[in-house]
């Protein structure tokens, strides 16, 4: 079946250390987008990406870093920049031309927690 | 700016009573897109519907139903006879072009719980 796949679906880290959270997709889908989900706060846009070997900043992009190099895959990096890093993150993708209505489909999420 | 607010951050229902839950959006453009979406406590949001601002026909799909009135600029989900299995966060989302994409601005959530 297509979908998107998030790899791990839980993650502990020690303060000081980067992650890489893993997002595949099978959709055939162009654009990619990674989300930060807090208690009370929604899904906040941290990165993404509307071609391979392209993407911007959203929102919140500070102590993030991702990488586009293939159409089915768009990994996040926490690095140890990031200050509250301890959140839901969840990866979505999109049709990107043809009737592109922003619809998003995402994965199952990553629980991140920095002990 | 765009934004959406969804004013009811927690609701509580008994099975089989029927729940409204509220969006409110902020938008200049006059083409733009409205998305409902569930999230389970399996984490994965899910799909339920999408409305163009052009068109502001109700929809009803099962025990759902969706009211966008453009001149309050609210999109409101029904949910008729809810069922425990109704019970997740629930999102309004607004999208529209910003920068050569589809700019996706989600409000906080609501957190339906119904009570068997």
């Known amino acids: 079946d297509g979908g998107i796949t998030q790899s791990p679906k839980y993650l502990f880290r020690k303060e000081g250390q980067n992650v890489t959270l893993s997002c595949e997709q099978n959709?055939?889908?162009?654009?990619m987008y990674w989300y930060r989900q807090d208690p009370g706060q929604g899904l906040r846009l941290i990165y993404y990406s509307q071609i391979v070997n392209d993407f911007q900043k959203g929102d919140i992009a500070e102590g993030y870093s991702v990488s586009r190099e293939k159409k089915e895959s768009f990994p996040l990096t926490v690095t140890s920049a990031q200050k509250n890093p301890t959140a839901f993150y969840l990866c979505?993708?999109?049709?990107?031309?043809?009737?592109?209505?922003?619809?998003?489909?995402f994965g199952e999420g990553s629980r991140l927690t920095v002990l | 700016a765009q934004k959406v607010t969804q004013a009811q951050t927690e609701i509580s229902v008994v099975e089989k009573e029927d729940v409204t839950l509220d969006c409110v959006y902020e938008t200049r453009d006059t083409t733009y897109y409205l998305f409902w979406y569930k999230q389970p406590p399996s984490g994965e949001l899910v799909f339920l519907i999408r409305r163009n601002s052009f068109d502001e026909q109700n929809e009803i799909s099962g025990r759902y139903s969706w009211n966008f009135q453009k001149s309050t600029s609210s999109f409101n989900f029904t949910i008729t006879a809810s069922q425990v299995v109704d019970s997740a966060v629930y999102f309004c989302?607004?999208?529209?072009?910003?920068?050569?994409?589809?700019?996706?601005?989600f409000g906080i959530g609501t957190k339906l719980q119904v009570i068997p």
């Open positions: 959709l055939n889908h162009d654009a």
């Open positions: 979505a993708s999109s049709m990107r031309t043809g009737g592109n209505t922003g619809e998003l489909f």
């Open positions: 989302a607004l999208s529209e072009r910003a920068g050569g994409y589809q700019k996706v601005t």
